[in-house]
């Protein structure tokens, strides 16, 4: 119970004493070891889900990540709250180092920080009514004195996402899908974190729901200054929601930049890609843009290509260094890229050409990915 | 004289102990050789269920009733006999689904899997089925065709595997194209590849394509007419250029703002629909949005709202609806809208002027005359 | 239709509306056990195994008191009216509405009082079964869904276990368990529950490890719940609807087995007591004589049987959350 209290001290200390990044990640890799063998499990590779990425969160602020399925950004999210362990580098949260934390102390921490899930119908448990769901964690942390205060509590969050008052009694599977990520909201809310860790938080709600929910994280962020890690697929939720956008391609940020500033001026070819094959509900935007069409699919990240990740899709690919050498996110304007070539290819002085599909091979074969960069006349694609 | 003509499609589902659903309800549409038309909505709106019905593929009897019409070229695609279905399944009307994993056989290759849709429906075998098999594999951009027939689907990426599966729907070169969501479970830079070989498909072979999604931004950039459903209706039909520019229908307005645009600044707020899906008004009973209707007046309860008949190609079901110039939220840097649209919009503010020019049963035929 | 009409049910059709955006205070919500049971009810193939099930308990319970005679009383050869070494056993009278057994004993009596042996022997087994598959199964599922590297080791270790016993052929499990703890019906009941312990300790573990995969047992754990907790209160509960499934099932195959394991002679010594499977064996030196003797029992092990049956498959479907609205 001090420790508790010592760490709810903690908190109400002034921001300003305490730095202004809440996050900080360096360096920090999530390997999952892939295992054969009937008795005795032989480690055979490795998936490098998460290989190499640092990051910093700035207290009352959100970070978008995004990118597209298998590019390990839920991995990532759930290492940094340390739901999965990361493999190695730090993590360090308001001067708290959590990679080395012992494992109860990690628990106590986690009040602090807070997760929402994609699917609001299998991230409840669907034998708990509301009361329970949300009195879990104020159970497992201690918080409120007796029923009656946690009762308290409980209406007053649930007030502030939305719900109403005789949700309490219901079950999950009851609500519609808008609700119950508000229940998932509500449920992270409850422990009043200043961290909110939010995985695809709209994906699976129909489009007018989308909206509220969105909306919500807005104002829940202004009045409670929390701070959001948000990690979707979708380019257009992300950028509305973040202040800073993190684009991750296979395990490791390519690019990563002020939200405004990413959509005015990408400068990872990923990224230019990734916006031009955004949909825009317009069809006078949609008439007017030009399409990057990537060809081929991610590459296996247990078996990621050599040098750039990126370089085996990339229309920018060059025959030097792209192949061999691994770029490091490095600062270019308020912007951060790992590109060699990200000069010049905002200058223009590189053109795109376009790449030959490549050979997809399934993950277990662990064909080494090739591509040949062959020029030939753009828009010849299919 | 449309390619696919349908009117007034209704399916019931009636379970044993269980509320009977009436999951499409009067949808009526119809779409052109060589046109691309969207059937945009939510879940539950009926947009596969329509779909679904259209091909013949709802289960016959157990509960399930269809009425209506569909007519593909004057045969009632509702009332043929099995047989005559699967010879226009394939042939005349193909479907692509959304998840290509489950749409193809795991344990049959490739080209087992195309081939026998070249026999089945053109007589192609042998050599001659292989050749051909290839060939469309290569037309939907898969790399090493001839390799791949001998693969099976789980030896493909996502991507991949829609394509393969987009080749079998295209081998018979169908009149029509019916795509069940089909980049929903792809990534972004994929969902790109995919619609954009959807797009050439259609322009090179004057296929006509029923783009089911719930996207509008893909609507944006594929359709030529759209027809927002909600509940199981049409609420608003339009080319796509009127549909986005001036929307008339509170819901279609209100999906338009309900989406985080790419080229919408940090921090501006999105203007939701409240409420959910579920809060629907059986459409007996008056308009079916009415529950989550910022525009809800007392003329929407009561009965169902007539289609009313826009002459700029454009009906919608609303007594009640979003005047052409009003301001639409979401879009930042629209234009005022050309004033010369719809000779009713100055009737606005009543909506009573706007009931008076509605035209109940066949909207299709005054708009086509 | 005329105007005041028209408007009245328009004014109806706005309260509807109202009601439709109305809050439920006062309606409580419905869990998923309420859920499932509602659907259960609904089910006819529920009902009639419900049915059989209250018959058969009812008879089980009350019925040994309301029997016309004693299910022991060798009253046929005491008047002589069975001859069972010259092939006399007098069948269905006004007096012994199943005549009776091969000495002398009113066989509706036996019956009726062998229900509640047989019901015995069923609970009890499938209990044991039940306590002992669910025990092993829970903490190697708990195991290795929750505790890591050690955990993966505690769950191989027991399931090699399991699959042991599951290895060996269940009759003869069921014959050496009896061989080694000597005939009589706690050996029956043991054996029987014995056998269907890997199957209880399979189910609940394999259950237990997809349930620990799903988001909400991640979700507790990122609020900081203990391991301990999150297994029993949510890895636990939702899985236990397949094992509840299963013991009304195995129910039904252990009055079987029972009856079978009696059959062979390992069961109750004292054969006076009647019961199912003891009056099969008894009926099968006189089959060619009155063959009604093992029809008897038989029908009534088979119709409890499917009443258990018919009950349990209804509890899968109910059960089933893919088959939920």
């Known amino acids: 119970m001090t420790r508790e209290a010592t760490v709810t001290d903690d908190t109400t200390a002034p921001a300003a004493e305490r730095g202004d990044n809440l996050v900080e990640v360096r360096d920090l890799k999530v390997h999952f070891p892939i295992t054969r063998g009937i008795l005795f499990d032989r480690v055979v590779g490795h998936v490098k889900a998460v290989d190499g990425v640092d990051l910093t969160i700035p207290r009352g602020r959100t970070y978008g990540l995004v990118g597209e399925s298998g590019c390990g950004k839920s991995t990532l999210g759930r290492a940094i709250l340390q739901l999965i362990r990361p493999t190695s580098g730090t993590v360090n949260f308001d001067g708290v180092e959590l990679t080395s934390l012992p494992a109860n102390r990690m628990r106590a921490m986690r009040r602090r920080m807070q997760m929402i899930f994609q699917d609001p119908m299998s991230s409840l448990d669907p034998r708990q009514n509301v009361e329970s769901i949300l009195v879990e964690g104020l159970q497992a942390h201690g918080i409120g004195a007796d029923r009656a205060a946690r009762r308290e509590l409980i209406t007053r969050t649930l007030d502030a996402v939305g719900l109403p008052k005789w949700a309490l009694s219901r079950y999950p599977h009851e609500f519609s899908g808008g609700q119950r990520q508000r229940i998932g909201i509500a449920r992270a809310l409850v422990l009043g974190p200043e961290l909110i860790v939010a995985d695809e938080p709209v994906s699976a709600l129909d489009v007018s729901i989308q909206a509220q929910v969105i909306n919500l994280l807005d104002e829940l962020q202004d009045e409670l200054g929390l701070t959001y890690l948000v990690i979707a697929h979708d380019l257009a939720v992300v950028r509305h929601i973040s202040d800073v956008v993190g684009v991750m391609y296979l395990g490791a940020l390519v690019e990563e930049a002020p939200s405004d500033r990413l959509y005015a001026e990408p400068l990872h070819p990923y990224t230019r890609a990734l916006m031009s094959a955004v949909p825009v509900p317009d069809p006078e935007v949609e008439d007017r843009r030009e399409r990057i069409l990537l060809s081929g699919d991610l590459p296996s990240p247990a078996n990621p290509p050599a040098g750039c990740r990126f370089h085996t899709r990339c229309p920018w690919a060059q025959p030097t260094r792209c192949a061999e050498e691994r770029p490091v996110l490095r600062p270019v304007g308020t912007s951060r890229v790992a590109c060699h070539w990200a000069e010049q290819i905002a200058s223009g002085e590189l053109r795109p050409h376009s790449v030959s599909t490549q050979v997809v091979r399934p993950k277990d074969e662990g064909d080494a990915p090739h591509a040949v960069s062959a020029p030939s006349e753009p828009g010849s694609f299919v | ?369 | 239709m005329t105007i005041t009409e028209r408007a009245r049910r328009k004014a109806e059709k706005l309260d509807r509306l109202g009601e439709l955006s109305a809050a439920r205070d006062d309606e409580r919500g419905v869990s998923l056990w309420q859920e499932a049971f509602r659907r259960l009810r609904r089910n006819p193939a529920a009902i009639v195994g419900a049915v059989i099930l209250g018959v058969f308990l009812v008879v089980a319970i009350v019925g040994p008191f309301f029997v016309p005679y004693s299910p022991t009383d060798t009253m046929g050869i005491r008047e002589g009216l069975v001859k069972s070494g010259q092939g006399i056993i007098p069948g269905s009278s006004g007096d012994h509405w199943l005549g009776f057994d091969h000495q002398g004993r009113d066989e509706f009596s036996r019956l009726v009082v062998g229900a509640r042996q047989t019901l015995l022997v069923g609970v009890v087994s499938t209990l044991i079964g039940l306590a002992v598959g669910a025990l092993i199964g829970g903490v190697a599922g708990a195991a290795a869904g929750l505790g890591g590297r050690w955990g993966r080791w505690v769950d191989g270790v027991l399931m090699r276990v399991v699959d042991m016993m599951l290895a060996l052929p269940s009759l003869l499990l069921a014959v050496s368990i009896a061989a080694l703890l000597g005939a009589g019906l706690d050996t029956v009941m043991i054996a029987v529950g014995m056998v269907s312990v890997p199957v209880f300790a399979r189910l609940l573990r394999g259950s237990m490890i997809a349930q620990s995969g799903s988001d909400y047992v991640l979700a507790a754990a990122s609020l900081g719940v203990r391991r301990s907790k999150i297994a029993l209160s949510h890895v636990l509960p939702n899985s236990l609807a397949p094992v509840i499934v299963q013991a009304t099932l195995t129910l039904a195959t252990a009055i079987i087995e029972a009856a079978a394991l009696s059959f062979l002679g390992l069961g109750n010594p004292d054969t006076a007591v009647p019961e199912w499977g003891v009056m099969l064996a008894d009926a099968q030196p006189y089959l060619g004589i009155r063959p009604a003797l093992a029809i008897y029992p038989a029908v009534a092990i088979i119709i409890t049987a499917l009443g258990f049956t018919l009950l349990g498959e209804a509890m899968r479907e109910a059960l089933d959350p893919k088959l939920r609205k």
């Open chain 2, 1 to 369: 004289m449309a390619l696919l003509e349908v009117e007034e499609l209704s399916v019931t589902f009636r379970q044993r102990g269980k509320r009977t659903v009436r999951a499409v309800d009067g949808v009526s549409f119809s779409v052109d050789a060589g046109e691309v038309v969207g059937l945009v909505g939510e879940s539950g709106c009926g947009k596969s269920v329509t779909s679904l019905a259209i091909m013949g593929l709802l289960p016959r009897g157990a509960g399930v009733t269809v009425e209506g019409r569909a007519d593909l070229d004057g045969t009632n695609l509702l009332r043929v006999d099995r047989r005559t279905m699967r010879d226009i399944r394939g042939r005349d009307v193909a479907m692509i689904f959304q998840d290509p994993l489950s749409s193809l056989n795991p344990v049959v290759p490739i080209g087992r899997q195309v081939t026998e849709v070249l026999a089945r429906h053109r007589g192609l075998t042998g050599d001659a089925a292989r050749r051909e098999a290839a060939e469309l594999l290569d037309r939907v951009g898969i790399p090493d065709p001839t390799r791949r027939l001998r693969e099976y689907p789980h030896q493909l990426s996502g991507g991949m595997r829609q394509r393969a599966l987009i080749a079998i729907a295209v081998a018979c070169r169908p009149r029509l194209l019916i795509a069940d969501e089909p980049t929903t479970a792809l990534d972004v830079t994929i969902q790109a590849q995919i619609l954009e070989l959807l797009k050439d498909l259609v322009r090179d072979s004057g296929t006509a394509l029923i783009m089911i999604t719930h996207d509008l931004g893909v609507v944006a950039g594929m359709c030529d007419t759209v027809n927002v459903l909600y509940a199981g209706r049409v609420v608003e039909t339009a080319r796509r250029r009127p549909l986005f520019a001036e929307p008339r229908h509170p819901y279609t307005v209100g999906l338009l703002g309900s989406i985080p645009r790419l080229d919408s600044s940090r921090g501006e707020r999105l203007s939701p629909i409240p409420g959910s899906v579920r809060d629907v008004l059986p459409w007996a009973d008056g308009c079916a949005f009415a529950p989550r209707c910022s525009r809800r007046t007392a003329a929407c309860v009561g009965e169902p709202p007539a289609l009313v008949l826009t002459h700029t190609e454009r009906t919608y079901r609303c007594v009640n609806p979003v005047a052409p110039g009003e301001a639409r939220p979401g879009a930042a840097a629209q234009g005022p809208a050309p004033a010369t649209t719809t000779a009713g919009a100055a009737t606005d503010g009543s909506p009573a002027g706007e009931a008076a020019t509605t035209v109940p049963p066949a909207p299709r035929e005054e708009e086509s005359a």
